[in-house]
């Protein structure tokens, strides 16, 4: 299957909103801007169900081979994150201490996630098992009581896991087993996926998808607004997520209605200029999230000044903590390669 290019938007926008969120008293002090900028890693989680359902759709093989070679896959640029953070954090190099950072998660701020996607591989067979027997069943009164039992124990697991659980002292859902709250919106991210593959990834016809597009668009234009004029307070007095990190019911439907408006509205779009125009670097930028999320913040607390013009700061921050991050990909690659060359050659 080929990539969806609204996918990479999504994850685009996912990795910009992570950059302005936290740039949150750095280059602004909205107090809304941030609020909205939450959506971030909701966004991500939502777009790995949908894009994990229909990489284990694909797969022959076991299943235990493929969590592990997936998980060597994020492993291997995040050790590589946590010795560089390290290093300039401390000025030195101490084995142990990276040692300890890489099993703890908390090398930066945004570490924490990688803890947190390798939880959601590990689920992601259990959970795509679910989906796949849904999609096999043949009426629709069938298909949606399954799916509905689906979201009952995910919701009941969620609660417990919040409740009950801890994995270690890091950061947001990453610390509870299997993410809390987020593993609603992995679930959720799933069905979707089985939805779109069934369909074929066709998006519906112009009257369909036009009132898909103006029914998700009002509903996300209220919810924005009720954020801005209220944050997640409602989610602070329900007896479930704390509202952001991990998700409460606001702030999974904001990043849902968000997630879908924007599939329509590129799809809807994609034979026009000005939207190629708009989205083509947006799709590249949507390939480089890992380590943008892992480097974003090495430039931002270690390695950019700071400067009184607002004006050249909202240019020359986001371009380094996106520029950065990418070239550093790079430069792994092709330390990576070198090494696979020279250790492996017969």
Request: glycine fraction near 6%; hydrophobic fraction near 50%.
């Amino acid at each position: 299957m080929k990539r969806e290019k609204w996918v990479d938007v999504c994850k685009a926008i996912a990795i910009l909103a992570v950059i302005i969120n936290h740039s949150s008293g750095v280059l602004y002090f909205s107090n809304s801007l941030m609020l909205l900028s939450c959506l971030n890693v909701s966004l991500f989680i939502y777009l790995m169900g949908i894009t994990q359902y229909w990489s284990l759709q694909r797969f022959k093989g076991s299943y235990l081979k493929r969590t592990l070679h997936a998980i060597k896959r994020i492993m291997v640029p995040y050790i590589f994150s946590v010795m560089v953070f390290d290093t300039v954090q401390n000025r030195g190099w101490d084995f142990l201490r990276i040692v300890r950072k890489t099993f703890m998660f908390d090398a930066s701020l945004p570490h924490y996630y990688v803890l947190l996607y390798i939880q959601m591989l590990i689920i992601a067979p259990v959970l795509y098992e679910w989906v796949r027997r849904i999609s096999e069943k043949g009426s629709h009164q069938s298909k949606l009581l399954l799916v509905l039992t689906g979201f009952i124990i995910v919701f009941l697991f969620s609660v417990f896991s919040i409740k009950r659980t801890q994995i270690m002292e890091v950061y947001g859902g990453a610390k509870f087993l299997f993410g809390g709250s987020y593993l609603i919106e992995f679930y959720t991210g799933m069905i979707i996926g089985m939805l779109l593959s069934n369909c074929g990834n066709k998006t519906p016809e112009k009257k369909q998808a036009y009132f898909f597009l103006v029914a998700g668009g009002i509903g996300l234009i209220g919810i924005v607004c009720y954020i801005i004029q209220n944050g997640f307070s409602l989610d602070n007095r329900l007896p479930f997520a704390p509202g952001i990190n991990p998700p409460g019911l606001i702030l999974m439907t904001y990043a849902f209605l968000f997630m879908m408006v924007m599939r329509y509205l590129i799809n809807m779009t994609q034979d026009y200029t000005v939207a190629r125009v708009i989205c083509e670097p947006l799709t590249r930028l949507g390939k480089h999230t890992l380590y943008i999320f892992l480097y974003h913040r090495l430039f931002l607390d270690f390695v950019l000044p700071d400067y009184d013009n607002m004006i050249l700061k909202w240019i020359i921050f986001p371009a380094v903590m996106i520029g950065g991050p990418i070239i550093i990909e790079y430069i792994v690659q092709w330390l990576m390669s070198g090494m696979k060359t020279l250790y492996c050659r017969e």
